[in-house]
């Protein structure tokens, strides 16, 4: 009788600790990322895969209602991407990321600013279209 009592238990426990650690894509990101971006984004799309052991990758896009200055502090910075890291961070959405439209793919031939976090994330902001676009990596 102990026996049938205990699984829905362990179940029920499952099931609330899987809903207690729903994160938003932007949470998730500042989370794993170390990176500080804007509140008052829109999230426009996103994606996350689905791993068992690391951190797993995702790509989202969100929407800015004005320009802004995100790039500030410590961790952030606007380093220089080459036109490898730009082919890079193409031929992994293409090959990794299948089910991003290309609509939601970076225009590397308008201007952005871009920051680097934990988990080989890039935080792509154009400021003529008030997106970020953001690719982490993860492992």
Same mark, same amino acid.
């Given at each position: 009788?102990?026996?049938?009592?205990?699984?829905?238990?362990?179940?029920?426990?499952?099931?609330?600790?899987?809903?207690?650690?729903?994160?938003?894509?932007?949470?998730?990101?500042?989370?794993?990322?170390?990176?500080?971006?804007?509140?008052?984004?829109? #999230? $426009?799309?996103?994606?996350?895969?689905?791993? *068992?052991?690391? /951190?797993?990758?995702? &790509?989202?896009?969100?929407?800015? !209602? %004005?320009?802004?200055?995100?790039?500030?502090?410590?961790?952030?910075?606007?380093?220089?991407?080459?036109?490898?890291?730009?082919? #890079? $961070?193409?031929?992994?959405?293409?090959?990794? *990321?299948?089910? /991003?439209?290309?609509? &939601?793919?970076?225009?590397?031939? !308008? %201007?952005?600013?871009?920051?680097?976090?934990?988990?080989?994330?890039?935080?792509?902001?154009?400021?003529?279209?008030?997106?970020?676009?953001?690719?982490?990596?993860?492992?």
């Amino acid at each position: 009788m102990k026996k049938a009592t205990t699984i829905p238990c362990v179940l029920s426990a499952m099931i609330l600790s899987s809903c207690a650690f729903q994160q938003t894509a932007l949470q998730r990101i500042e989370h794993f990322s170390g990176l500080d971006l804007p509140d008052d984004m829109t #999230e $426009i799309f996103n994606s996350t895969h689905e791993t *068992f052991t690391g /951190v797993a990758g995702q &790509y989202a896009v969100f929407s800015l !209602k %004005e320009e802004t200055d995100i790039f500030v502090g410590p961790k952030q910075g606007e380093p220089d991407l080459d036109e490898n890291k730009k082919s #890079e $961070i193409l031929y992994y959405l293409e090959n990794f *990321f299948e089910e /991003v439209p290309t609509e &939601y793919y970076p225009d590397f031939s !308008k %201007e952005f600013k871009c920051a680097l976090g934990s988990e080989s994330t890039y935080a792509l902001y154009f400021p003529s279209d008030l997106e970020i676009k953001v690719l982490m990596m993860g492992h």
